[in-house]
């Protein structure tokens, strides 16, 4: 078997309309690279024309593998996805999201140059109108651990997206996705970064996320909700206990968000119990902490759930 720099894991779900847009972003991102790769599509219950665009792309690549599956849960198709993986490094890509032309080029040159266990980068969030950017490369910058986990705890540069990110397949292997429908995310990222010996940024982005109303983030339910509590209070688990307060903020905003949905319920009381365990005079006198989530914590303290 040939040494693979790079598996790019994409996971398609009903992504008929969308696919094949993404699947194209891929090669020309790729560019002369492309033979440096291979692209995994994990077909997970689709009921559209989601398996023949796959068919179709897999008899003109053969860097394309594909597996079809019926979880329909995003912690087990990820999961799923990186045991297929053979390259050294792992980026995901949802099936709905395009890559800026000959960008994967570069990042494979990086990640050749550099050897991290992370490399990150900003998000471009686009809507179906907006004129794709021009890829633009930028300088890389090491990060410590603490900064790397304090930039992802006041979503500075970059969030709890594994989609645009680099990982070694090593590091995603000893660490496994948790078996959520959504927020799984946010749930294995923070714990990533405190086991990475090497983590690396840098503000070029390549990475176009199509943000829509129906994403899982945005048609919130209360399975929903207590997967983003699980992943918060993982959070507390996984970091330093230096970083408590601005993990708070993460809580604050579940507070302030769905307190409606939160009130007079299990999860709201362990949501409760989380803000109330803070000093209120330490929270507001911590530099970190922005004078908006100074109010939220007054307010939340004030309405309770």
Excluded at 27 to 42: F, H, K, N, P, Y
Aim: proline content about 4%.
């Amino acid at each position: 078997m040939n040494h693979l720099p790079l598996s790019i894991l994409i996971a398609a779900h009903n992504c008929g309309d969308t696919l094949a847009d993404t699947l194209d972003s891929v090669v020309a991102s790729l560019g002369t690279a492309l033979d440096q790769a291979e692209i995994v599509v994990v077909n997970d219950a689709s009921t559209d024309a989601t398996q023949s665009i796959i068919d179709s792309y897999a008899a003109r690549l053969p860097q394309l593998r594909s597996s079809h599956t019926h979880y329909r849960n995003v912690g087990k198709v990820r999961n799923h996805a990186v045991s297929l993986a053979r390259g050294d490094y792992v980026l995901m890509v949802d099936g709905d999201d395009t890559l800026l032309p000959n960008a994967l080029a570069h990042r494979l040159e990086t990640l050749r140059q550099a050897s991290p266990d992370i490399l990150l980068s900003r998000i471009i969030e686009v809507r179906s109108s907006s004129p794709a950017p021009e890829w633009q490369p930028a300088d890389l910058e090491l990060l410590t651990t603490h900064d790397a986990v304090e930039r992802f705890l006041i979503h500075r540069d970059y969030q709890a997206h594994f989609i645009g990110q680099f990982f070694s397949r090593e590091l995603l292997q000893r660490h496994a996705f948790p078996d959520f429908i959504c927020y799984e995310d946010s749930w294995l990222f923070p714990q990533l970064l405190m086991q990475s010996s090497k983590t690396l940024f840098t503000s070029a982005g390549f990475y176009l996320y199509r943000k829509h109303s129906q994403s899982l983030s945005s048609a919130i339910n209360a399975e929903k909700i207590a997967c983003l509590i699980a992943a918060t209070a993982h959070m507390d688990e996984v970091l330093p206990p230096q970083y408590e307060h601005l993990i708070t903020c993460h809580w604050l905003d579940i507070a302030n968000r769905y307190h409606a949905e939160l009130r007079g319920t299990p999860h709201g009381d362990k949501v409760k119990a989380r803000i109330a365990r803070v000093s209120l005079g330490r929270f507001l006198l911590n530099g970190k902490i922005r004078t908006s989530y100074k109010r939220k914590m007054l307010t939340v303290r004030k309405r309770g759930l």
